[in-house]
């Protein structure tokens, strides 16, 4: 059981940045691979960046270049530290757990756990 804790939510201005964290509990945080999701008001949550246990990445094409995701497996935590943000970032972002991974396909992984998501606001 992994149990997952997003902080770092906030309002920014557009053109600014926020770092998003997300604090795994337990021992077997190395052996996950870890994504952000995104959900807008209205729309259907959206896949953002993933991680893979040995620091492989992939991104969306709407944040490739603005946005990093990084991991601290001593800390137990994921990171995604976000640039330039836009008006069409604001959303709930949530992190994601998956015991599986396959290069080809990052955001349709089977993530077996979630965490309960921060808000992220972006004045326009």
């Known amino acids: 059981q992994v149990q997952l804790v997003e902080s770092g939510g906030g309002l920014v201005q557009a053109g600014g940045s926020l770092r998003l964290s997300c604090a795994a509990s337990?021992?077997?945080?190395?052996?996950?691979?870890m994504a952000w999701f995104r959900q807008a008001p209205g729309k259907e949550r959206e896949f953002v960046a993933a991680?893979?246990?040995?620091?492989?990445?992939y991104y969306a094409d709407s944040v490739k270049g603005r946005f990093t995701i990084s991991r601290d497996n001593a800390k137990n935590t994921v990171y995604l530290q976000m640039s330039s943000l836009m008006y069409e970032d604001t959303a709930v972002y949530y992190c994601?757990?998956?015991?599986?991974?396959?290069?080809?396909?990052?955001?349709?992984?089977?993530?077996?756990?979630w965490g309960q998501g921060t808000q992220v606001t972006v004045s326009s």
């Open positions: 994601a757990a998956s015991a599986a991974w396959d290069a080809r396909n990052p955001p349709g992984l089977p993530y077996d756990y």
């Open positions: 991680i893979s246990r040995s620091g492989a990445t």
């Open positions: 337990g021992r077997t945080f190395s052996r996950y691979h």
